[in-house]
């Protein structure tokens, strides 16, 4: 696969993730939700840290984990372009190409949403407002709005330490760009034998 027809991926998620993150933030506030189906909902929240809702702890914790995430997605980058450089299987750049894009998505979320909008409590998020954005460059919140509460209900008594507590599978409200990295490493798992395949021992 060459470098044009990774990038033209990479471009494309990147459109549809940002687009239904800026959607969301100027027609949702925070909180708001839309039943699609019962299994699946727009529900509007935002992560202020690591996946599942993370956080590193600290006045400067957040500022560490954006460039943190610019420092990785330099070393994936390098590795995109090394493989295609490599002549690598397409599988393999396939998927450093999904882990790219999603990764990028979210960094321009952390690097420049907190001075580009503001907030979304109580009030729909404009973009560019008069009086500043919610936050400052590298304090950006992670859009997310993609939940599927697959099953939920309340666990039967007899097992063990949560029996008889409300649990939901799926749980976790997630993004394009998680998707993207999500699907880039399922695929390397899957196909990790055709991504990476062993080089032949020459005999003589």
Avoid at 27 to 38: A, C, K, P, Q
Avoid at 90 to 115: M, P, Q, R, W
Avoid at 154 to 183: C, Q, R
Wanted: net charge neutral; charged share 15%.
């Amino acid at each position: 696969m060459s470098i044009k027809k990774a990038s033209l991926i990479i471009i494309l998620i990147l459109l549809i993730d940002q687009i239904s993150k800026y959607y969301i933030k100027t027609n949702f506030m925070l909180g708001e939700e839309i039943r699609v189906f019962d299994w699946f909902r727009i529900l509007f929240v935002e992560n202020e840290g690591m996946a599942w809702g993370a956080k590193i702890p600290g006045e400067y914790g957040k500022l560490f984990l954006t460039l943190f995430r610019i420092v990785a997605i330099g070393g994936i980058g390098y590795w995109l372009w090394d493989s295609v450089r490599k002549n690598a299987p397409k599988i393999l750049i396939l998927c450093i190409s999904l882990v790219f894009a999603g990764a990028l998505g979210n960094i321009i979320d952390s690097v420049f949403y907190g001075i580009i909008f503001n907030d979304s409590y109580g009030q729909v998020a404009t973009l560019f407002p008069e009086e500043g954005g919610y936050g400052t460059l590298f304090h950006g919140k992670v859009v997310d709005m993609l939940y599927f509460p697959l099953y939920g209900g309340t666990l039967p008594e007899w097992i063990p330490f949560f029996g008889g507590t409300y649990f939901t599978f799926f749980d976790p409200v997630f993004n394009i760009a998680d998707s993207a990295i999500s699907v880039g490493v399922i695929l390397l798992l899957l196909f990790n034998k055709t991504a990476f395949p062993k080089k032949e021992q020459i005999t003589e």
